[in-house]
C-alpha cells in the first residue's frame, strides 16, 4: 500500500535494465486475468501471507468491477479486520500463530524473519489500528504485542539504582539550618499520676541546661511532683529537673542529669527582625520530635495573653507572630533566623476553638507566636544565676478597655497607680490614658503590658498620655523591677 493509500497497477519489466534479467524469474506474482483466481493457475499463496491478503482484494475488486481489468475505477478501501500491523495478528492473539510482516510486506523466501519496520504511511496506519484494538480489549491486544514481536519489558523497579548521594546544603537555606539546630532542639515529656504532657526545649550548655516554656514544666514544679523526661535528638532519654521558672513571662530552665557533651544552640537577637523575614520552626509537634516546618515573621509587637497550666496565672507576651506551623508539642522549641541563630521560643497559637468535644487544641490555623530571644534569654540567665527571675513594671493597675469606636479614644486606662512607683513618680494619674509607649501605638491595656514586659528594669521610656481633662502630654518614666515569685 502507498502512503497515498491507493492501490498502484502492477507492472512488469520491460528489459533486463528495468527489472530482473532474463536469467532470473521475476520477483512477485504476475497479475491475474480478471475473474482468474490465480495467475497462470498455480498454487494459491499460503493463506498467512500478505500475497493471500493481495489475493483476496484482487477477487473482491474483481467481483465488484466485472469485465474491468485493472486498475479499477475506485480507490481500493482495504477492510480494517484485515490490515496486519507490526506485532499483532487479529486471527492469532496468542503465542505459536502465524508471523505478521506489517502492512504491505512481502513474505520471505525460506524460514520466516523478523518483520522490517514498515514505511511511514505504513506505521501510521498500523499505529492507528493497534490503539483501536488495544481501546476494544487492552488485555488482549497488550499481550498479543509484547508475544509477538515486542522485545522484553524493562521497567524502573528492574532497573539499577544509583547510589544515593547526600544533597549538598545551600547556604542560608532551610535544609542547612535544620542540620544546625536539630541536635540543639529536644522533646520534654511530664508525667504525673497517669497523665502527662509534652513539649519542645533548647539546650543551652554542654552540661544540660535546657529553655523551655513555663506552660510545659509546670505540673513538674511543687506539689504537682511531676516526673519530667528530655528525649534528645538522637533518641537517648533523660530524666531533668526544674531550675526556674517566671510564669509571667512563660519562661523556664531545666537541667538535664549526667551531660557533658550536648550541642548548644546558637543565640541570636530579636532586636533587629523584619516583617516578612524568613524563619524556620523546630520542634515536637504532637510528640512528633525534631519536627522542622517553616515561614516567614508576619508580624512583630504581637501582646498576646495566654493563660498557665496550672496555676492560672496569665502572660502577655511581647511576641513574635509566624505563619511557620506550629502545633500543640511545639512549645519551649526554636524559632530560628536563616542564619541558624535562636530568634524565638514557640510559646503559643491562635486557634478557631477546640477540635472535638474532648477539648483538644485544634492545630495550626498559620497564627503561631514566640517569645522574643532577647527577653527569654535575660530572664533565664536570672533563673540560672539566682533562681529568679524580674520583670520590669509601671506600677499601674489597668482597666479592660472596650473596644474603640469613632468617637473614643483607643488606649489603655489606669485604674490605679501604686505610689512610689514608676508612673506616680513620672506624675501619671488615675483616669489617664496611655496611647503611646515610645514610637509604638497602645491600642489597648494588653499592648501596655506586653510593652512594658519587653524591657528591662531601669529602662527609661517616653510615654504618650492622655489626661482626663481632655489634654495630651509625654512624660519619662523610668521602670521599675519587681521579682516573681514561683517555686521549683
Keep these: 500500500m502507498m502512503d497515498g493509500g491507493q492501490r498502484p ?9 528495468e527489472g530482473n534479467s532474463p536469467a532470473e524469474p521475476a520477483v512477485g506474482p504476475a497479475p491475474a486475468p480478471p475473474g482468474s483466481h490465480v495467475a497462470g493457475g498455480g498454487t494459491p499463496p499460503p493463506w498467512w501471507s500478505p500475497e493471500a491478503q493481495q489475493h483476496q482484494q484482487r477477487e473482491s475488486q474483481a467481483q465488484q468491477y466485472p469485465g474491468q481489468p485493472p486498475p479499477y475505477q475506485q480507490p481500493y478501501q482495504q477492510p480494517q479486520t484485515q490490515q496486519f500491523f507490526p506485532g499483532y495478528s487479529p486471527r492469532y492473539p496468542y503465542v505459536g500463530g502465524p508471523p505478521s510482516y506489517g502492512v504491505g510486506a512481502t513474505a520471505p523466501m525460506g524460514p520466516p524473519q523478523a518483520a522490517r519496520a514498515p514505511r511511514r504511511g505504513a506505521r501510521l496506519v498500523a499505529a492507528a489500528v493497534a490503539l483501536a484494538v488495544v481501546s476494544g480489549g487492552i488485555g488482549g491486544g ?41 541536635p540543639s532542639v529536644v522533646q520534654v515529656q511530664v508525667i504525673m499520676g497517669s497523665q502527662g504532657g509534652e513539649g519542645s ?51 523556664a530552665v531545666i537541667k538535664m542529669a549526667n551531660q557533658s557533651t550536648l550541642t548548644p544552640i ?12 524568613n524563619v524556620v ?14 515561614g516567614i515573621i508576619s508580624a512583630l509587637n504581637r501582646p498576646v495573653s495566654t493563660g498557665g497550666a496550672g496555676s492560672g496565672q496569665s502572660s502577655v507576651l511581647n511576641a513574635i507572630q509566624t505563619d511557620a506551623a506550629i502545633n500543640p508539642g511545639n512549645s519551649g522549641g526554636a524559632l ?20 472535638s468535644s474532648s477539648g483538644a487544641q485544634s492545630g495550626s490555623i498559620g497564627l503561631g507566636f514566640a517569645i522574643p530571644i532577647d527577653q527569654a534569654n535575660r530572664i533565664a540567665q536570672e533563673l540560672i544565676t539566682q533562681g529568679t527571675a524580674t520583670q520590669a513594671v509601671l506600677g499601674v493597675s489597668i482597666t479592660a ?10 488606649g489603655a486606662t489606669i485604674a490605679a497607680v501604686s505610689p512610689g512607683g514608676a508612673a506616680d513618680k513620672a506624675g501619671i494619674t488615675a483616669g489617664s490614658v496611655v496611647t503611646k509607649v515610645d514610637d509604638r501605638v497602645i ?21 504618650t498620655v492622655q489626661i482626663s481633662t481632655g489634654g495630651t502630654h509625654t512624660v519619662q518614666v523610668t521602670l521599675q523591677g519587681n521579682t516573681v515569685q514561683a517555686g521549683h
Excluded: F, Y
Excluded at 165 to 170: I, L, R
Excluded at 217 to 227: I, K, L, M, Q
Excluded at 269 to 277: C, H, I, T
Excluded at 401 to 410: F, H, R, V
Design 9 to 17: 497497477a502492477e507492472q512488469q519489466p520491460t528489459s533486463p535494465t
Design 201 to 251: 526545649g533548647v539546650v543551652l550548655s554542654r552540661d544540660g541546661l535546657l529553655l523551655t516554656n513555663n506552660h510545659v514544666v509546670e505540673s513538674a514544679s511543687g506539689a504537682g511532683n511531676g516526673a519530667i523526661t528530655v528525649t534528645l535528638n538522637d533518641g537517648t532519654s533523660v530524666s531533668a529537673s526544674i531550675v526556674g521558672r517566671d510564669p509571667s513571662a512563660d519562661i
Design 443 to 463: 491600642p489597648d491595656g494588653d499592648s501596655l503590658v506586653a510593652a512594658i514586659r519587653s524591657h528591662t528594669p531601669g529602662d527609661s521610656l517616653t510615654l
Design 266 to 277: 546558637a543565640i541570636g537577637s530579636s532586636a533587629n527582625l523584619a516583617v516578612g523575614q
Design 281 to 294: 520552626a523546630v520542634g515536637s509537634p504532637l510528640g512528633l520530635a525534631g519536627t522542622v516546618t517553616s
Design 401 to 410: 478597655t472596650p473596644a474603640p469606636t469613632a468617637s473614643t479614644a483607643t
Design 336 to 355: 530560628m533566623n536563616m542564619n541558624g541563630q535562636l530568634i524565638g521560643i514557640n510559646s503559643a497559637i491562635a486557634s478557631l476553638g477546640t477540635s
Design 142 to 182: 497488550v499481550g498479543v504485542a509484547l508475544d509477538h514481536q515486542s522485545p522484553a519489558v524493562i521497567t524502573a523497579l528492574g532497573s539499577p539504582t544509583a547510589q544515593a548521594q547526600p544533597v549538598a546544603a545551600t547556604p542560608g537555606s532551610i535544609q542547612q539550618v535544620a542540620a544546625k539546630v536539630l
